[in-house]
């Protein structure tokens, strides 16, 4: 459904993706995961056709995105890490201005547009201008806007910033509905819990380079060799390969400072203790 | 210490804006260097005419000086009240911008800081702003005053301070209201009233310039001019600040018999009381005001079921009609948009009203005479340019004015001819609707014109070429952070794009105009005026030409814009 195919993106010198390989099968989510500036946004905008890459291929659901990107796009839906909308629009009508330019039938646009509303619990601001909309309703708005056109690939760039965790939770729960109904979603986020418990396969990337990939548990024995027995966390996983461990130390060293070091390096320690069994 | 923090800021602040100008791209560079030679040859061109006048009047009325000084108080005065509109007109939202909506301002409020500093680095550089402005269209008199008089340096630096102070009163009077404003009002209401109230009072100074100037058209006689401006008895307006400030320059020169204490005193004491009371009043309604910023204002209910409603099942989809309907949409609820209709309109009355009065002093004969063929011409070309620089506003920058949101459009599947053309149809609609309509009003009137037919047909070719320019421009030099507010741009750069997106509509539609004219121009070489048809072909040619543009080049830009960036 999703196919990354020696994906690279310069920016003169500055490799930002480099030679990406990666393929999201129907049915599956992906989790998308990486530090701050790893290359996510990049990777995801190449993936969807609104980036153009400097070498290599991105297939959606069997098409070339460079070369066919308005089939591509009618394949997919995307929601992009900040809620940008027309604020001269009732939530309503631009749910409407997309269906419209998807094509889809003006019945069951409505019909649509109404079971989404039910479903992000904004029936009852639906016609009122987006402008008045908050952070995290106008989020809700956009993966509405992701939906309509029942897409069969789904990209979310981080989708639960700004949510409560009701409506998070709810997002979560439709991303799983979509892949068992043999959609394929692909999200970035940096919620390391969402990977863990909603995402068939996780990708870690870094400087550009995928640097990981497989199921959690995959990831685990791979990435501490000799220590197959032990329990780690993605989050242990995550800084581990993305070289996070050596800051670790350094808030150890700075809290050892603190007043409240004591309490706070006892309670680290338990809860590693905890963690690691 | 608390004057130590306000520095920091400003100083922050200045830096920011140097430091980004000196690392931009030379695309913004050269923006920047244009607003700046445009801002110096504006404030020549003023101080020039100005020059002139004030030189007439010496040549003039030298033998009679009463008469010389009280019609340059008159007009010192008439020019002062126009910067004190301007004030008003622009004051108030860049005090605004500035003081409430400052994108730092809840980083600042946070810090460690007294939230009158804060509130006087943001009021300082408001001010500073305002200047900036508002210099351009009073300074450049008085200095021309001072010139063609023969004045020394010392009456430059008294106007310069006259001018200062003059604009710190009312900066100081705006940031009171606004505090007083921010204090009991929501801030989405807030900024609905100013821009209201910004909207009404520009329409109004349209209408005054647009009453002056046929008046002076039909005067014609300079002497009647000046005694029209006289009229006004503006001296007589002793409550203004505007007077104090002319009184208190003017002050200084004995022949004008001016009290210039009398101006000095309540001006210097408006400045330092609206100054030092915004200030202490920042202290205890700034932080709670700011804080209120993000209030949202529910709209009714009945209302906004009217906004968007259901819908029939039959309605046109694609690209093109989607996009279309949904700009529309946006800029039937846009009323700042409005504005520049009004305004357009306004203008295109007033072009009406003065052919009228030509035609009815001139009598019919003389009018249908000799040179009809300028007075047709402008009959269609007049309601295109009106058009043209309302479009420039609208549907000329509206893949500018997509905005954040053009990710709807990218992410979607939309091709770049159908959203091209979408565009374009949103362009090409003012200067059309306002043509159709100013044709058909002609049928009706005496003066001269084309047939309806025809002048339809060149009226639809010239909004061709000059809907293809705009959006040429648009897609080629988009600006994403654009934001039209008041027939001008929120934004610096913005500004530059809306004025070249303006002024090169008003060049094309020059060039048609020319293009029109030529069995005139041609007339004296002996060809005759059998040459409309040459010029018509010339006409249709450009506009074969715009949408082979269109169809080419500007697509494939677009098809860019959408995949790529």
Request: proline share 4%; hydrophobic share 45%.
């Given at each position: 459904?999703?196919?990354?195919?020696?994906?690279?993106?310069?920016?003169?010198?500055?490799?930002?993706?480099?030679?990406?390989?990666?393929?999201?099968?129907?049915?599956?989510?992906?989790?998308?995961?990486?530090?701050?500036?790893?290359?996510?946004?990049?990777?995801?905008?190449?993936?969807?056709?609104?980036?153009?890459?400097?070498?290599?291929?991105?297939?959606?659901?069997?098409?070339?995105?460079?070369?066919?990107?308005?089939?591509?796009?009618?394949?997919?839906?995307?929601?992009?890490?900040?809620?940008?909308?027309?604020?001269?629009?009732?939530?309503?009508?631009?749910?409407?201005?997309?269906?419209?330019?998807?094509?889809?039938?003006?019945?069951?646009?409505?019909?649509?547009?109404?079971?989404?509303?039910?479903?992000?619990?904004?029936?009852?601001?639906?016609?009122?201008?987006?402008?008045?909309?908050?952070?995290g309703m106008r989020q809700k708005v956009c993966i509405a806007c992701a939906?309509?056109?029942?897409?069969?690939?789904?990209?979310?760039?981080?989708?639960?910033?700004?949510?409560?965790?009701?409506?998070?939770?709810?997002?979560?729960?439709?991303?799983?509905?979509?892949?068992?109904?043999?959609?394929?979603?692909?999200?970035?986020?940096?919620?390391?819990?969402?990977?863990?418990?909603?995402?068939?396969?996780?990708?870690?990337?870094?400087?550009?380079?995928?640097?990981?990939?497989g199921t959690v548990e995959e990831l685990r024995s791979k990435a501490v060799p000799g220590k197959e027995g032990a329990v780690f966390s993605l989050e242990d996983l995550f800084l581990k390969l993305t070289g996070g461990e050596e800051y670790k130390e350094l808030i150890r060293h700075l809290s050892s400072d603190h007043p409240s070091s004591d309490r706070a390096s006892a309670g680290s320690s338990a809860g590693d203790v905890e963690r690691r069994g | 210490m608390t004057v130590g923090f306000m520095w920091t800021i400003l100083r922050r602040d200045l830096r920011s804006v140097f430091a980004a100008k000196g690392k931009a791209p030379l695309k913004e560079k050269l923006g920047f260097i244009?607003?700046?030679?445009?801002?110096?040859?504006?404030?020549?061109?003023?101080?020039?005419?100005?020059?002139?006048?004030?030189?007439?009047?010496?040549?003039?009325?030298?033998?009679?000086?009463?008469?010389?000084?009280?019609?340059?108080?008159?007009?010192?005065?008439?020019?002062?009240?126009?910067?004190?509109?301007?004030?008003?007109?622009?004051?108030?939202?860049?005090?605004?911008?500035?003081?409430?909506?400052?994108?730092?301002?809840?980083f600042l409020l946070c810090q460690p800081v007294p939230v009158w500093a804060v509130f006087g680095a943001k009021y300082l550089a408001s001010y500073g702003t305002m200047v900036l402005m508002t210099s351009l269209y009073g300074l450049p008199v008085w200095m021309a005053f001072a010139s063609a008089r023969g004045l020394g340096a010392g009456f430059y630096l008294l106007a310069t301070a006259?001018?200062?102070?003059?604009?710190?009163?009312?900066?100081?009077?705006?940031?009171?209201?606004?505090?007083?404003?921010?204090?009991?009002?929501?801030?989405?209401?807030?900024?609905?009233?100013?821009?209201?109230?910004?909207?009404?009072?520009?329409?109004?100074?349209?209408?005054?310039?647009?009453?002056?100037?046929?008046?002076?058209?039909?005067?014609?006689?300079?002497?009647?001019?000046?005694?029209?401006?006289?009229?006004?008895?503006?001296?007589?307006?002793?409550?203004?600040?505007?007077?104090?400030?002319?009184?208190?320059?003017?002050?200084?020169?004995?022949?004008?018999?001016?009290?210039?204490?009398?101006?000095?005193?309540?001006?210097?004491?408006?400045?330092?009381?609206?100054?030092?009371?915004?200030?202490?009043?920042?202290?205890?309604?700034?932080l709670a005001g700011w804080s209120g910023r993000a209030d949202e204002l529910r709209p009714a209910k009945k209302k906004a079921r009217r906004h968007s409603g259901r819908v029939?099942?039959?309605?046109?989809?694609?690209?093109?009609?989607?996009?279309?309907?949904?700009?529309?949409?946006?800029?039937?609820?846009?009323?700042?948009?409005?504005?520049?209709?009004?305004?357009?309109?306004?203008?295109?009355?007033?072009?009406?009203?003065?052919?009228?009065?030509?035609?009815?002093?001139?009598?019919?004969?003389?009018?249908?005479?000799?040179?009809?063929?300028?007075?047709s011409v402008m009959m269609i070309v007049m309601p295109v340019l009106m058009g043209s620089v309302t479009s420039a506003q609208t549907g000329g920058v509206s893949l500018s004015r997509e905005g954040e949101a053009f990710w709807l459009l990218r992410a979607g599947p939309a091709s770049a001819r159908a959203l091209l053309f979408a565009k374009f149809t949103y362009a090409a609609l003012p200067p059309l609707i306002f043509t159709s309509a100013f044709l058909v009003f002609l049928e009706f009137t005496v003066l001269p014109h084309v047939s309806l037919w025809l002048g339809l047909a060149l009226g639809v070719l010239a909004t061709l070429v000059v809907a293809a320019l705009q959006i040429g421009l648009d897609v080629y030099f988009p600006d994403f952070s654009l934001k039209v507010e008041l027939g001008a741009s929120s934004g610096g750069k913005g500004t530059v794009k809306i004025l070249i997106g303006t002024f090169s509509s008003m060049g094309m539609v020059g060039l048609l105009a020319g293009v029109l004219l030529m069995p005139l121009i041609f007339r004296s070489g002996g060809a005759g005026m059998g040459l409309p048809a040459v010029s018509y072909l010339a006409l249709a040619a450009m506009a074969l030409g715009a949408t082979m543009f269109l169809f080419g080049p500007a697509t494939k830009r677009l098809h860019r814009l959408l995949t790529d960036m």
């Open positions: 459904m999703i196919r990354a195919v020696n994906l690279t993106k310069r920016y003169g010198s500055l490799a930002a993706v480099d030679n990406l390989n990666l393929s999201v099968k129907p049915g599956e989510i992906f989790g998308f995961l990486g530090p701050n500036g790893a290359g996510k946004t990049t990777t995801i905008k190449m993936l969807v056709g609104l980036l153009k890459p400097t070498s290599g291929e991105a297939w959606i659901a069997g098409t070339n995105v460079a070369k066919d990107p308005v089939v591509a796009k009618r394949a997919l839906g995307y929601v992009p890490d900040t809620p940008h909308v027309h604020e001269r629009l009732t939530a309503r009508e631009l749910l409407r201005f997309v269906g419209d330019l998807r094509r889809i039938p003006p019945e069951k646009i409505e019909k649509k547009i109404d079971e989404l509303m039910a479903l992000f619990e904004l029936t009852d601001r639906q016609d009122e201008l987006l402008g008045s909309f908050s952070h939906l309509l056109g029942e897409p069969r690939v789904l990209f979310l760039d981080e989708p639960t910033v700004g949510l409560d965790p009701r409506s998070a939770r709810l997002v979560k729960d439709i991303l799983r509905t979509i892949a068992d109904s043999g959609g394929a979603v692909f999200v970035s986020t940096h919620v390391l819990e969402i990977a863990e418990r909603m995402c068939d396969r996780v990708g870690i990337i870094q400087n550009g380079v995928l640097i990981a990939e | 244009v607003i700046a030679l445009l801002w110096a040859v504006l404030g020549t061109a003023f101080g020039y005419g100005a020059w002139r006048l004030f030189g007439y009047l010496a040549a003039s009325f030298g033998g009679v000086p009463e008469f010389r000084s009280a019609v340059e108080i008159n007009l010192l005065n008439a020019s002062s009240l126009f910067v004190l509109s301007m004030v008003i007109l622009i004051g108030i939202q860049t005090t605004y911008r500035s003081v409430y909506e400052s994108p730092d301002l809840g006259g001018f200062l102070v003059l604009l710190l009163a009312c900066h100081g009077c705006i940031s009171l209201i606004l505090l007083l404003a921010m204090r009991y009002l929501p801030g989405r209401k807030m900024k609905q009233m100013f821009i209201a109230f910004s909207a009404i009072f520009g329409i109004l100074i349209v209408i005054v310039s647009q009453l002056v100037s046929a008046r002076i058209t039909q005067a014609g006689d300079p002497a009647v001019i000046i005694e029209s401006l006289g009229k006004g008895q503006l001296s007589k307006m002793w409550y203004l600040p505007t007077t104090w400030m002319t009184k208190g320059i003017l002050g200084s020169l004995p022949e004008f018999g001016v009290d210039g204490l009398g101006g000095w005193v309540p001006l210097v004491l408006l400045a330092i009381g609206s100054t030092y009371g915004a200030i202490v009043l920042s202290e205890k309604w700034y029939s099942g039959s309605r046109l989809q694609g690209v093109y009609w989607s996009v279309l309907r949904k700009d529309l949409k946006m800029l039937w609820r846009d009323p700042v948009v409005w504005y520049s209709v009004v305004v357009a309109l306004i203008g295109l009355g007033f072009f009406t009203y003065n052919m009228m009065t030509a035609v009815q002093k001139g009598g019919l004969e003389e009018a249908h005479s000799g040179d009809t063929l300028v007075s």
